[in-house]
């Protein structure tokens, strides 16, 4: 072998060790991580209520009509609030890792005939734990799987 078919053995090898630590530095383990951290979806902000499915498979939406209507929303500050179809609410949580445990919540007192303000939050007080669907839905799920609330991130 001479010397110039060396050199180009050498080049080649060269190029290909600086492409594979210049990929290295490019994809790692621990920056997919870091991206599915950031990219990963979290409580706050304001979701609308679309079904809550109980332990029996009964299954309980808002009335027809009223579907935009029950919303609750998490501030970063650890407060909560939202809307339902006869008054607003609020109060506060507190998450750890998955588990989430609301305050008292307290809400204005207007009546209203046929209203599902009570069951919505009862529905919101009953959970303990969040997760969210591959669509991005917000899952409340009730302490001893009794039940699970659905909610959209409100646009």
Request: hydrophobic content about 40%; charged content about 20%; overall charge negative.
């Amino acid at each position: 072998m001479n010397t110039t078919n060396k050199i180009i053995i050498l080049l080649i090898a060269l190029l290909i060790v600086i492409l594979g630590f210049s990929f290295l530095s490019i994809y790692s383990p621990q920056q997919e991580a870091q991206q599915e951290v950031v990219n990963s979806p979290t409580i706050t902000g304001k979701w609308v209520w679309r079904d809550t499915v109980m332990q029996s498979e009964e299954v309980v939406s808002p009335a027809e009509g009223k579907e935009e209507v029950f919303t609750i929303e998490f501030t970063k500050a650890g407060e909560v609030r939202g809307t339902t179809d006869c008054n607003s609410f609020s109060g506060s949580y507190k998450v750890d890792g998955q588990n989430i445990v609301f305050g008292p919540i307290a809400s204005t007192e207007m009546f209203c005939e046929a209203s599902q303000q009570v069951l919505f939050i009862d529905f919101v007080s009953r959970s303990n734990t969040y997760t969210f669907d591959v669509t991005g839905h917000l899952i409340l799920v009730f302490k001893d799987d009794a039940g699970a609330m659905i909610l959209e991130k409100s646009l």
